[in-house]
């Protein structure tokens, strides 16, 4: 059987982005691997760990020091919250940037909002039950 097991984006400060995701999206940081013969470190976080969750694969290279692109093909993740209003305003409130107030979809009833993580990809927040 096939399964999603993570997304990878590449970060340029691996601390603030764990921060992000830990603290204002209330992820866990699951594992952490340093690989000094390809000087990268990768930073697994997530709800829950595979099998039960995909989840994110924050890669830092040592070596960058300026900020990647996120590039015009990349949409966004999507995290399902109980309220979306509610996480707006955590996120504000540590710093993040909201880029989409919490409101319904265009054309539709679902509520949704967009956060920006340090290094810009955007992430919807989806209205769900459980």
């Keep these: 059987m096939s399964r999603y097991l993570h997304t990878m ?3 340029l400060d691996l601390d603030k982005s764990v921060a992000f995701y830990t603290t204002l999206m209330g992820m866990k940081e699951l594992r952490r691997r340093d690989v000094p013969g390809g000087r990268y470190t990768l930073a697994f976080v997530g709800y829950g760990a595979n099998p039960d ?13 300026t900020p990647y692109e996120v590039g015009t093909g990349f949409g966004h993740l999507a995290v399902g919250v109980p309220d979306v209003a509610a996480s707006c305003e ?3 409130a540590g710093g ?8 319904p979809v265009q054309h539709g009833t679902t509520i949704i909002a967009f956060v920006e993580d340090p290094d810009g990809y955007k992430i919807e927040l989806i209205q769900r039950e459980s």
Excluded: M, S
Aim: aromatic share 4%; charged share 30%.
């Design 96 to 103: 993040g940037k909201v880029t989409r107030p919490a409101g």
């Design 9 to 11: 984006i590449r970060v």
């Design 53 to 65: 969750q995909a989840e994110i694969e924050l890669t830092h290279n040592w070596d960058q020091k």
């Design 90 to 92: 955590a996120v504000k």
